[in-house]
T-cell receptor, first 112, second 114 residues
Framework: EADIYQTPRYLVIGTGKKITLECSQTMGHDKMYWYQQDPGMELHLIHYSYGVNSTEKGDLSSESTVSRIRTEHFPLTLESARPSHTSQYLC???????????FGPGTRLLVL | AQKITQTQPGMFVQEKEAVTLDCTYDTSDPSYGLFWYKQPSSGEMIFLIYQGSYDQQNATEGRYSLNFQKARKSANLVISASQLGDSAMYFCAMREGSNYQLIWGAGTKLIIKP
């Protein structure tokens, strides 16, 4: 099992607030990913990182930003939350040569 | 064109029956990997099983097996002796060549009836 952590698990916040979703893994994996997923729908890659100081935007345009200052930490920030940001956010890291992605428990965000 | 297609949006299956969840893929790269994940209502994504394009045998992991038909470009997940706890969304995903990112299907919602 991969050890990957996300906090908070649930977040209800008002429009315009700045939020940071935390993601940490303890396995020293170089590659980490952020996905956005609406309930019952497919995953959309919004950001990824292949190592420290390396970040890229994914297929889905997102107003969020990420940073990768330490290998184990890959936080996602929304500078000004909007109701359209309401979704589940999943963080993953890869463990093996197959590029199997292991996921954290997710953060469910509700922006009022 | 869709690279990963899961044609069953939802399925109802009687407990203890076997289940087959369909996944077809599209790639011209001879080297690829196929993954299945389970997502219960709690939201976490759980890795189930992997099949590499060069693997000679179909992958198996406990009650999960992969019916890999390379010529048809299908990688169906088979769950034997289904249990109530198997009720979840199931996603098929593919890694192409040296691309680290996964391409995801739309998922199939499986409901096991008692």
């Amino acid at each position: 099992e991969a050890d990957i952590y996300q906090t908070p698990r649930y977040l209800v916040i008002g429009t315009g607030k700045k939020i940071t979703l935390e993601c940490s893994q303890t396995m020293g994996h170089d590659k980490m990913y952020w996905y956005q997923q609406d309930p019952g729908m497919e995953l959309h890659l919004i950001h990824y990182s292949y190592g420290v100081n390396s970040t890229e935007k994914g297929d889905l345009s997102s107003e969020s930003t990420v940073s990768r200052i330490r290998t184990e930490h890959f936080p996602l920030t929304l500078e000004s939350a909007r109701p359209s940001h309401t979704s589940q956010y999943l963080c993953a890291s890869t463990k093996d040569s197959r590029e199997t992605q292991y996921f954290g428990p997710g953060t469910r965000l509700l922006v009022l | 064109a869709q690279k990963i297609t899961q044609t069953q949006p939802g399925m109802f299956v009687q407990e203890k029956e076997a289940v087959t969840l369909d996944c077809t893929y599209d790639t011209s790269d001879p080297s690829y990997g196929l993954f299945w994940y389970k997502q219960p209502s709690s939201g976490e994504m759980i890795f189930l099983i992997y099949q590499g394009s060069y693997d000679q045998q179909n992958a198996t992991e406990g009650r999960y097996s992969l019916n890999f038909q390379k010529a048809r470009k299908s990688a169906n997940l088979v769950i034997s002796a289904s249990q109530l706890g198997d009720s979840a969304m199931y996603f098929c995903a593919m890694r192409e060549g040296s691309n680290y990112q996964l391409i995801w299907g739309a998922g199939t919602k499986l409901i096991i009836k008692p």
